[in-house]
């Protein structure tokens, strides 16, 4: 699982920034963002964060990616709304 949380002073850039992340994975809250855990996705990321909003960036702003293993992943408590990771699997008869 990979997490990103962003907050931005400017609109126009976080707008911009959210529909970049709705690309990789699920908004779980306002600014942060949940992302399957693959090295091939996470590079892509990074390099599209790069590419687009390196030169953004100012000091008031801030992007935040934490990559978590499998095992921490495991350990993750969730409460209220938050969907577990697993995909439903239904099966017909």
Do not use: W
Request: with cysteine; aromatic share 12%; net charge positive.
């Amino acid at each position: 699982m990979i997490i990103v949380s962003y907050d931005f002073h400017d609109d126009k850039t976080r707008r911009h920034f959210a529909k970049l992340m709705e690309q990789y994975g699920e908004r779980v809250q306002y600014s942060v963002f949940l992302i399957k855990n693959s090295p091939r996705i996470l590079r892509m990321m990074i390099l599209e964060i790069d590419l687009k909003f390196k030169t953004k960036i100012k000091k008031t702003d801030s992007v935040y990616i934490f990559k978590l293993c499998n095992g921490c992943e495991e350990k993750v408590a969730r409460y209220g709304s938050a969907t577990h990771a697993e995909e439903l699997v239904v099966y017909l008869n």
